[in-house]
């Protein structure tokens, strides 16, 4: 087949999907790759997304194609998110066909632009607030450092600015010439955004303090007396690594032990109030009762070396720490096996098998704790025999050097006999 005749079958085959003509995307796919990028350089999905033909991207969708095929980064829901074709309610179909097939909605191109930017100036405030239930990071910037909250500001859609402020955008952020949304919408004068952003307002500020090991006692969670004004160091790199660190301060006084098991409700009671973010903490908790235990995890024990009681003291709080979540793990499961009991979720058997290969695994490492602990043990008893000094002295001087007093002064008595009767026979042959 010439050139000519195959770009003039991809260009049918372009307004095909733009319309919706379902004979001629039917003929299409049955001789060509349903996935191939068409003459102009998108895909068949591409151009169904960009022109809101829910029929058309149903119908890719089932025959196969790839719902996050790019081009360039741009991916069949930025076409969507960046389209004003067709009604509002038929773009959010198109939404949930493509995010349900498997889109990924928290994808970014070669500048860094997510589709929540792309909607934040194209689309009405209905598909936003759709939208933003799938969005994970909303304050993902650019490569210009801009947010999607700037991205609607610049677009002067304050009630798209309202949504994002309500799903806690970040007012603050600065854009790389250093802009916050205030600062555009004001050059701009954009009353109602700046009406909105209530800048004017005495914001509070959270407080808190991080607690500081200072002495051995802070290395065992069993030890640790934690202050309603002061968050646990464990608890702060947990929140910094879910995302969630400016949630920090309602986590004050609150255990390592007690953190690891939260629930949804704990969560609500502490006044972590926004959906999104419950949802982030409980999967990023869940991830984290799942992930695998590693020996390595409590260090290694270099025997040809010296092992001090501070050594042991170090080892130890280790091994404790690591015992403690391993505790709040079982917690965490039996919470969850309860949950399942009352009726709340069904369980597949594979889904029971993997959970009994998961507590099986958790006997072993408990066993290998236990012998690492035994171990541990009997080194601190050899460092205790092997450095017994007995009782320490108040206090230590250099040793006093004894004088024999009776001896010196026969000496100093003989030596002046001696030079008086030399210098007096001296002066007699003299005279």
Not at 40 to 64: H, M, S
Not at 106 to 122: D, E, G, H, I, V
Not at 132 to 141: D, P, Q, T
Request: hydrophobic residues 40%; contains cysteine.
């Amino acid at each position: 087949m010439d050139n000519n005749k195959e770009q003039s079958i991809e260009r049918e085959m372009i307004n095909a999907c733009t319309v919706g003509k379902f004979e001629i995307v039917n003929k299409y796919i049955e001789s060509y790759d349903i996935n191939k990028f068409l003459c102009d350089g998108w895909t068949p999905l591409l151009y169904a997304a960009f022109n809101a033909q829910i029929k058309v991207i149903e119908y890719l969708i089932n025959n196969g194609a790839d719902v996050n095929k790019h081009k360039d980064g741009y991916t069949p829901l930025m076409a969507l998110c960046n389209s004003i074709k067709e009604t509002t309610e038929q773009r959010i179909k198109c939404l949930t066909a493509l995010i349900e097939a498997g889109a990924n909605p928290n994808a970014n191109n070669k500048q860094r632009q997510t589709l929540l930017m792309y909607a934040c100036t194209s689309q009405e405030p209905e598909f936003i607030t759709e939208l933003v239930k799938y969005i994970k990071n909303i304050n993902a910037y650019d490569n210009r450092k801009q947010t999607a909250l700037m991205y609607a500001t610049i677009a002067n859609k304050p009630e798209v600015v309202k949504i994002l402020i309500e799903n806690a955008a970040d007012v603050t952020l600065t854009d790389l010439n250093g802009l916050t949304v205030y600062d555009v919408a004001s050059m701009k004068g954009y009353d109602k955004i700046l009406s909105l952003l209530n800048l004017d307002e005495e914001v509070a500020i959270n407080t808190y303090k991080i607690f500081k090991v200072y002495e051995w006692r802070h290395m065992f969670p069993s030890l640790l007396n934690i202050d309603n004004e002061t968050v646990d160091p464990d608890v702060y790199t947990i929140l910094y690594g879910m995302n969630l660190e400016k949630y920090t301060h309602i986590f004050q006084g609150i255990s390592l032990k007690t953190f690891l098991t939260l629930t949804e409700n704990d969560l609500i009671h502490l006044g972590l109030d926004i959906n999104a973010h419950r949802i982030q903490f409980i999967e990023c908790l869940h991830k984290f009762h799942r992930k695998k235990w590693s020996i390595q995890s409590i260090g290694a024990i270099n025997k040809s070396l010296p092992y001090t009681l501070y050594n042991g003291i170090v080892s130890l709080g280790i091994l404790s720490k690591q015992i403690a979540v391993i505790g709040s793990s079982f917690r965490y499961i039996k919470n969850s096996l309860l949950k399942v009991n009352s009726g709340d979720i069904y369980l597949t058997t594979e889904r029971i098998s993997n959970y009994e290969q998961e507590l099986k695994k958790v006997q072993e490492t408990l066993s290998i704790l236990k012998n690492e602990l035994m171990q541990i043990k009997a080194l601190s008893k050899r460092v205790e025999k092997e450095n017994d000094i007995g009782i320490p002295a108040t206090y230590i001087r250099p040793k006093k050097r004894n004088i024999n007093w009776p001896m010196c002064l026969s000496i100093t008595l003989i030596a002046g006999i001696y030079i008086s009767k030399t210098i007096y026979i001296q002066k007699l042959i003299c005279y």
